[in-house]
């Protein structure tokens, strides 16, 4: 099916043109006087305004980061480098996840021409210029040096649906981020993706989008800045530092704003559930929340659960959950509910299961079976297939495979790294036509049309020639103490010899705690293990709160504690390692 091509370009000049008052974003601060808002003709003013500077320092197809934090000023320059014809890179800005260096990384790797930040993020830099000289040496653009020049006017240019939008960076472990290239065609098929998950339960009058999740990452970006003029939809953008401080903030703005579409990865419900007293939520109405997506990668179905008994009393319609699951290298999403009003919910044989098997279970007991989350259908004209990993013959529909997707909303390829580019961009299933696939490097299986997401290929253990999925062992850790961190876990596996073993380490919520034997919870955990999944662990660490390595998106970074684990890093309040022959 073809779909008319979408130029964001265009679709701003048009909003401004038919309707210059209308509301197009709005950063919510701390108070309701903070707040800071553009209409669509205010924000064609400010990005015309520094796309016409940036034609003028920099040429065609240069590089520039974006280093803003949530606000205006981040949209505006997103939007500018579009209009400019220069390749914005989103990026996390200082005090995140290491930044100066990830930074850094970026710039050389993207071979970067120019930085977009504020004043005060240039005067951080700069004061540990000789750390990063190449890096303090690029071209700074900020609001000053906007307002220092003048006389320039914007020069309109073509865009084809193959030129390079902008590059998006994923998250990362230990190594270099690798940025992923998405072309104004990528950026089109998407948009119409995205419009389709908004279903008939929005009104272009009556909807309004809030997004608290960072704007340097794609879901942020794509639905956030992007989707805002392509839907008319009104977008309320709260900083990730607001909801995490205090996640009731994030409930009042929905119900203050009357937002009808909003959500988070799965930690968020579950930070809601936690930290939200029952008597702050006196007056709490969640009736306009329409669509809540959860973006988690599995999804839990005991999450949305929990989240759902806690806040139907204020209004909360537990049928609003969507699923979703998307990645950097699809510029978004990849599948999502769209019209359906319930959660789709498998239990599958848990012994099956870690054959790669998908057998249907009526087993009452969850040592048992294992709950599949559906992350919904493809969307618009993907091609979707199951394959083994190994063979790359597509697997039978009983089985559990590699996730491998075919469609224009897949990037074009990772920037200046042609043979990771052919690996994962190129995939091709033996036998068959068609193609190529990107190999998204997750597990799962497609039942009755809908997408599951069992997991991490690389993070997969196998022992003893079964699979474990290290989400299932970290939920059942977490729920061994009430003092164990929700999210806070990481299972992986470590060669001890000649086979693999289990290793599992979770954070505690308080070092001390009144009565709380940390040897004794090991000593549970060890047992409900062993218990729920038939497999003895090898190790099992607890360690300080928040010392958990994660991405800036709040992803749990297996291979960092591994590495951590291996070389004696982690911050231990309490271990217990099997003895070794």
Same mark, same amino acid.
């Given at each position: 099916?073809?779909?008319?091509?979408?130029?964001?370009?265009?679709?701003?000049?048009?909003?401004?043109?038919?309707?210059?008052?209308?509301?197009?974003?709005?950063?919510?601060?701390?108070?309701?006087?903070?707040?800071?808002?553009?209409?669509?003709? #205010?924000?064609?003013?400010?990005?015309?305004?520094?796309?016409?500077?940036?034609?003028?320092?920099?040429?065609?197809?240069?590089?520039?980061?974006?280093?803003?934090?949530?606000?205006?000023?981040?949209?505006?320059?997103?939007?500018?480098?579009?209009?400019?014809?220069?390749?914005?890179?989103?990026?996390?800005?200082?005090?995140?996840?290491?930044?100066?260096?990830?930074?850094?990384?970026?710039?050389?790797?993207?071979?970067?021409?120019?930085?977009?930040?504020?004043?005060?993020?240039?005067?951080?830099?700069?004061?540990?210029?000789?750390?990063?000289?190449?890096?303090?040496?690029?071209?700074?653009?900020?609001?000053?040096?906007?307002? #220092?020049?003048?006389?320039?006017?914007?020069?309109?240019?073509?865009?084809?649906?193959?030129?390079?939008?902008?590059?998006?960076?994923?998250?990362?472990?230990?190594?270099?981020?690798?940025?992923?290239?998405?072309?104004?065609?990528?950026?089109?098929?998407?948009?119409?993706?995205?419009?389709?998950?908004?279903?008939?339960?929005?009104?272009?009058?009556?909807?309004?989008?809030?997004?608290?999740?960072?704007?340097?990452?794609?879901?942020?970006?794509?639905?956030?800045?992007?989707?805002?003029?392509?839907?008319?939809?009104?977008?309320?953008?709260?900083?990730?530092?607001?909801?995490?401080?205090?996640?009731?903030?994030?409930?009042?703005?929905?119900?203050?704003?009357?937002?009808?579409?909003?959500?988070?990865?799965?930690?968020?419900?579950?930070?809601?559930?936690?930290?939200?007293?029952?008597?702050?939520?006196?007056?709490?109405?969640?009736?306009?929340?329409?669509?809540?997506?959860?973006?988690?990668?599995?999804?839990?179905?005991?999450?949305?659960?929990?989240?759902?008994?806690?806040?139907?009393?204020?209004?909360?319609?537990?049928?609003?959950?969507?699923?979703?699951?998307?990645?950097?290298?699809?510029?978004?999403?990849?599948?999502?509910?769209?019209?359906?009003?319930?959660?789709?919910?498998?239990?599958?044989?848990?012994?099956?299961?870690?054959?790669?098997?998908?057998?249907?279970?009526?087993?009452?007991?969850?040592?048992?079976?294992?709950?599949?989350?559906?992350?919904?259908?493809?969307?618009?004209?993907?091609?979707?297939?199951?394959?083994?990993?190994?063979?790359?013959?597509?697997?039978?529909?009983?089985?559990?495979?590699?996730?491998?997707?075919?469609?224009?909303?897949?990037?074009?390829?990772?920037?200046?790294?042609?043979?990771?580019?052919?690996?994962?961009?190129?995939?091709?299933?033996?036998?068959?036509?068609?193609?190529?696939?990107?190999?998204?490097?997750?597990?799962?299986?497609?039942?009755?049309?809908?997408?599951?997401?069992?997991?991490?290929?690389?993070?997969?253990?196998?022992?003893?020639?079964?699979?474990?999925?290290?989400?299932?062992?970290?939920?059942?850790?977490?729920?061994?103490?009430?003092?164990?961190?929700?999210?806070?876990?990481?299972?992986?596996?470590?060669?001890?010899?000649?086979?693999?073993?289990?290793?599992?380490?979770?954070?505690?919520?308080?070092?001390?705690?009144?009565?709380?034997?940390?040897?004794?919870?090991?000593?549970?955990?060890?047992?409900?293990?062993?218990?729920?999944?038939?497999?003895?662990?090898?190790?099992?660490?607890?360690?300080?709160?928040?010392?958990?390595?994660?991405?800036?998106?709040?992803?749990?970074?297996?291979?960092?504690?591994?590495?951590?684990?291996?070389?004696?890093?982690?911050?231990?309040?309490?271990?217990?390692?099997?003895?070794?022959?």
């Amino acid at each position: 099916m073809s779909l008319p091509f979408i130029n964001p370009i265009e679709v701003l000049q048009q909003r401004a043109q038919e309707d210059p008052d209308r509301l197009s974003h709005l950063i919510l601060g701390a108070k309701e006087e903070e707040n800071q808002g553009y209409t669509y003709s #205010q924000l064609l003013h400010a990005v015309q305004e520094l796309a016409a500077y940036l034609q003028h320092i920099a040429e065609p197809g240069e590089r520039a980061l974006i280093v803003h934090p949530t606000g205006l000023e981040f949209i505006t320059a997103m939007y500018a480098c579009l209009f400019a014809g220069i390749i914005p890179i989103p990026t996390n800005p200082p005090g995140m996840n290491r930044s100066a260096q990830r930074l850094d990384a970026i710039a050389r790797d993207a071979r970067a021409a120019l930085v977009l930040t504020t004043p005060e993020y240039q005067k951080t830099f700069m004061d540990s210029a000789d750390q990063f000289p190449e890096f303090a040496a690029l071209k700074w653009v900020t609001r000053d040096a906007l307002r #220092q020049a003048s006389g320039f006017s914007w020069q309109p240019r073509v865009v084809r649906p193959e030129d390079s939008a902008f590059i998006q960076y994923t998250s990362g472990s230990t190594n270099i981020p690798k940025g992923v290239i998405i072309s104004y065609r990528n950026f089109s098929h998407n948009m119409h993706a995205l419009h389709a998950t908004r279903g008939r339960e929005y009104s272009r009058d009556e909807s309004v989008s809030l997004i608290w999740t960072p704007l340097f990452h794609d879901m942020g970006l794509l639905i956030g800045v992007f989707l805002t003029p392509v839907d008319r939809t009104p977008s309320l953008l709260m900083s990730p530092i607001q909801f995490m401080t205090n996640p009731l903030l994030w409930l009042r703005a929905i119900q203050k704003y009357k937002a009808t579409g909003s959500g988070g990865p799965n930690f968020a419900y579950d930070l809601c559930v936690n930290k939200i007293p029952l008597e702050k939520c006196e007056g709490l109405d969640l009736s306009t929340w329409k669509i809540a997506y959860n973006s988690a990668e599995p999804v839990r179905a005991e999450t949305q659960s929990r989240f759902a008994e806690k806040f139907s009393a204020f209004g909360f319609d537990p049928s609003a959950f969507a699923p979703s699951y998307g990645m950097a290298e699809t510029t978004l999403v990849i599948s999502f509910y769209t019209g359906e009003k319930k959660t789709v919910v498998q239990r599958i044989d848990r012994s099956a299961f870690e054959q790669g098997q998908v057998v249907p279970s009526d087993s009452s007991d969850p040592k048992e079976y294992v709950q599949a989350v559906s992350s919904g259908k493809p969307l618009v004209d993907y091609n979707v297939a199951i394959v083994n990993p190994h063979t790359r013959h597509r697997c039978d529909a009983n089985e559990v495979g590699e996730i491998w997707v075919n469609g224009d909303s897949v990037g074009e390829g990772y920037w200046n790294r042609p043979e990771e580019t052919a690996h994962t961009f190129g995939a091709r299933v033996e036998g068959e036509a068609g193609g190529p696939y990107l190999r998204t490097g997750d597990l799962g299986f497609l039942h009755d049309g809908h997408l599951y997401v069992a997991g991490r290929l690389k993070d997969l253990v196998i022992v003893r020639g079964r699979n474990y999925y290290p989400q299932d062992v970290e939920l059942t850790v977490e729920r061994t103490h009430p003092l164990l961190r929700q999210g806070g876990g990481a299972a992986f596996a470590v060669r001890v010899g000649n086979t693999e073993e289990l290793v599992a380490v979770h954070e505690v919520q308080r070092r001390e705690a009144a009565g709380v034997d940390w040897n004794e919870v090991i000593k549970q955990i060890r047992t409900n293990i062993a218990r729920e999944h038939g497999i003895r662990a090898s190790a099992v660490l607890l360690i300080r709160k928040s010392s958990l390595p994660k991405t800036s998106s709040g992803k749990i970074m297996r291979s960092e504690t591994r590495r951590k684990f291996m070389e004696n890093e982690l911050e231990i309040v309490a271990e217990w390692r099997a003895p070794q022959a």
